[in-house]
């Protein structure tokens, strides 16, 4: 298996030399006017075999009822949707035909470029008598954003982040007054120790003296 230049990505790169796969869910909200990456992955489960695949692209906008064939990619790219020439490259694993990563870039991304985008991995592993084929299919909706905005879930998480650092922080500050009081308490305490030591060995020393005295 060849291992990775300095250009690919380290999903990739990790993917091609150590058979470690993650399937990362693509994002769902892109800009207008910039460009956006459509993320695919699908990881073979049996990093051993010998395989080779291919990924289809379909994509059906917020109006449309039927999928359209979108991307083509098997060594070499296709654009087929012709809504799309000049605007889609290719993300995702390269130089190998054991893909895992299916990932298509949008250049320039337009409002009609909403909708549900649809992957599709077509893979044959290699055994030594026969060859196998598996299909895997993802599909998720993109929201077009006139402007980039914060999503709930990164407030959510922001938000619980500051609560848990405000959490621990009062928490610390709490057994931090906690050990002074039992460290206050039991200096206290060996000090009324201590000083009932001293009272009773000067007691003693005074009734020994005492007594040396009446034996003389």
Known sequence: MQCCSPHVSLLRCTSLCHGACVELESDTEAVAHEGFKLGCISCKRRGE?????SVNWFFKASDETEFSHLY???ETEEIIDPRFYGRLGWKGSN???DLQDGSITIHNVTFNDTGTYMCIFSRVLIYPNYNFQTNSTKSFFLNVMPR???GLASIVSEVTMYMSIIGLQF???VEMIYCYRKIAAAGEEALRESEAEYLAIASESKD???SGQVAE
């Open 72 to 74: 083509s990619y098997e």
């Open 208 to 210: 020994n003296c005492a």
């Open 171 to 173: 928490w610390l500050l």
């Open 95 to 97: 130089n190998t035909r």
């Open 148 to 150: 980039r905005t914060r």
């Open 49 to 53: 075999v010998r395989a080779r695949a």
